[in-house]
């Protein structure tokens, strides 16, 4: 893996063949304006920009039923469009959840999606490790109220937990005045020039791309000691338990 010098940025080369998948978790439909996706447009731009293949979509947009399991249609739905956005989470190196705060929680919509992410995190790679190992997550949040700070943690324990990889500073957000003011594109709100909410989201994003390029360039994480597949064949990775001896 090749290294820069302190200030020195490193080659567009380095990204190229990385993919992002970025989810915008607004409660409105397309093409209705979203002020989360506004935010997300600028870690957008920065990947693109060196090399990193993008996709920001829309969750609202999907017809995602309720459920843990990766078909809900074997399980009574009438619809489940799951299957299909899962297709573009596997493909992507890069996993960026994007929500607003409503009621000082993320929105339902992400809620749904954090929860079908959950039901397809029991599949497995071809070294038999859980299926998001050796990819990275990251969050962004908009609101006009308290709350950024608990929904980041919420969807960032929730990416880790079924196995995504979090770097530093995996999340920014920005908020504007208590109650019905200005939201992050509105005339005068300030978002889009907040140097705080700048700095943190671009952190996020190279952070991101970062440990993506690592994980690419090492392979993964090394498939020993977190095999599901091996475990069950009675593998115990030297586990003590005596039951096991």
Known sequence: MQ?????????????KGLKALLINCTLKPSPALSHTEGLM?????????????TSLIRAVDYELAPGVYPDMRQHGAERDDWPQLYEHVTAAD????????????????CTRVIERLYSTSGDL?????????????GCLIT????????CAMNIL???QHIGYLIPPQADAGWLGEAGPGPSYLDQGSGGPQNDFTNRN???????LMHLARMLRDAGGIP???????????????????????
Do not use: C
């Open 94 to 109: 890069i996993l960026v959840i994007g929500t607003p705060i409503w009621l000082g929680d993320k929105s339902s919509v």
């Open 143 to 150: 609101g006009n109220e308290d709350g950024a700070k608990h």
């Open 125 to 137: 790679n071809q070294a038999g490790q859980y299926a998001y190992y050796g990819r990275v997550g």
């Open 157 to 159: 324990y929730s990416l």
């Open 3 to 15: 290294t820069q010098k302190t200030g020195e940025k490193p080659p567009i080369a380095q990204f």
């Open 223 to 245: 498939p020993w000691g977190n095999q599901r597949t091996a475990w069950d064949a009675g593998t115990r990775f030297d586990f003590e338990n005596p039951e096991y001896r």
């Open 201 to 207: 989201t671009t952190f996020m994003t190279w952070n």
């Open 41 to 53: 447009s600028l870690a957008q731009g920065i990947m693109e920009k060196n090399g990193i293949e």
